[in-house]
Every structure is written in structure tokens, then in C-alpha cells.
């Protein structure tokens, strides 16, 4: 009798196990699918690319700020930005601008 209610007690924790995990998935999927069609997701996807290969095909051009081209780069390149500065590497080189206007733009 004892061995009887063991196995009832497995069984029903094997079926909740199963059934947590399955319950998970679902909504892991259902999350997933809901946001493969975001503009964000889509965003963080190319970005995780470019980390990934080392940088997109682009074109960066920079301006000082009365709007004077001062230089433009076309490579496969890979670019971190924050408030004052945009870094981006290319060919091997690092290139640092601070307080001027940088237009990237995919290829």
C-alpha cells in the first residue's frame, strides 16, 4: 500500500514537472513571437549582429557643427557612441570623434 501511494506521489510530481516546463516554453515562444515583428527587436538583433561579425557594411560621414563635411568612411564597420564621443573601428584602426555629428548609414 505504502509502495502504491510512492508511486502515485512520483507520477503526479513527474506530471507537474512536465507540465511546468512545457508551460515555460509556451510562453517563452509566445513572447518571442511577439516581439520578432518590434522595430526594437529588430534593432537589438542588428546590433548582436554587428558585435558578432565585427561590424556592418556602412557609411559614416562626420560634421563639425556649423554642418562642414569633415571626413567620410566606407567599411565594414563596428561603432559604440555615447553623449560626448563616437569610436568605430575600421580596417584595424580606431576612430574617435568628440562633440561633432556623425551619420551612419547601412549599406
Given amino acids: 500500500m505504502i509502495r ?6 512520483d507520477q503526479r510530481r513527474l506530471k507537474l ?8 516554453v509556451m510562453v517563452c515562444f509566445s513572447l518571442l513571437g511577439g516581439c ?12 548582436c ?5 565585427g561590424g556592418l557594411d ?13 571626413a567620410t568612411y566606407t567599411g565594414k564597420i563596428d ?3 555615447n553623449e560626448s564621443k563616437v569610436l568605430f573601428d575600421m580596417d584595424g584602426k580606431r ?5 561633432a555629428l556623425v551619420e551612419v548609414i547601412e549599406n
Fill in 4 to 9: 502504491k501511494l510512492r508511486e502515485f506521489k
Fill in 95 to 99: 576612430y574617435i570623434y568628440y562633440n
Fill in 17 to 24: 514537472i512536465i507540465l511546468a516546463v512545457l508551460c515555460v
Fill in 79 to 81: 561603432i559604440e557612441e
Fill in 36 to 47: 520578432t515583428g518590434c522595430a526594437s527587436f529588430q534593432r537589438s538583433c542588428k546590433s
Fill in 58 to 70: 556602412r557609411t559614416v560621414n562626420v560634421y563639425s557643427y556649423n554642418g562642414e563635411l569633415i
Fill in 49 to 53: 549582429e554587428s558585435e558578432i561579425a
